[in-house]
């Protein structure tokens, strides 16, 4: 059975970024991305911010490509760590993407106190971008597994996707702020992240 959440934006605010809902769950999402949301059955978030409230180009001039979604797999079987693993085996099989150095996976807790993982994985793709990708990994007590996703994608010589750019640690602010309860978000390491990068701090 595909699960269909509904989705319902905050009121409108002065923020650079709103809470959207998922079913029980929310996110902070950057506002203004282009969205996609339920493009696929699985995906009823995905937002696109290229050159919104982000730079076109990279410093090498590439192109620059930043996305997050969140995508729920209902009455699933396996563990958070078996999800997590599955992602990694996934992505080193994948075409294209040359995996650089190892991955990161660390525990966290999500702001309504349910236990995650966070993946943090780096490539090179098609030999000629960098590329950068965190999935929060949570599961919820129906079983639904909840899959928070951010990732950046710049030049091949670009510093920008690595884990401690300010665009990354930026945008990772906005994927571990999903909660799978939407009572409880928060969105003060959100709002501390656009203060860093915007070098407001």
Do not use: C
């Not at 769950?25 to 919104?52: E, N, Y």
């Not at 410093?59 to 209902?74: A, D, K, N, R």
């Not at 780096?122 to 929060?136: D, P, W, Y």
């Amino acid at each position: 059975m595909v699960l269909s959440p509904s989705l319902a934006a905050e009121e409108e605010s002065n923020t650079p970024w709103e809470v959207i809902k998922v079913g029980n769950g929310a996110i902070a999402v950057p506002r203004g991305w282009r969205s996609f949301d339920g493009l696929k059955p699985t995906m009823p978030i995905m937002r696109q911010g290229d050159g919104i409230g982000v730079p076109l180009v990279d410093e090498t001039s590439s192109p620059l490509q930043i996305g997050l979604t969140v995508e729920l797999f209902p009455e699933s079987s396996d563990s958070v760590r078996q999800t997590v693993d599955k992602l990694i085996d996934g992505a080193k099989r994948a075409p294209g993407l040359e995996q650089q150095g190892k991955e990161s996976v660390k525990s966290l807790k999500l702001s309504d106190g349910t236990e995650a993982l966070l993946l943090e994985i780096a490539f090179i793709k098609q030999k000629s971008r960098r590329s950068f990708q965190m999935k929060l990994v949570a599961k919820g007590p129906d079983s639904t597994t909840w899959i928070a996703s951010g990732y950046l994608v710049g030049g091949k010589d670009s510093t920008w996707p690595i884990n401690s750019g300010r665009l990354v640690e930026w945008l990772k602010a906005h994927v571990v702020s999903m909660t799978l309860n939407k009572e409880r978000i928060d969105t003060k390491a959100v709002e501390a992240a656009y203060k860093k990068r915007d070098g407001n701090e």
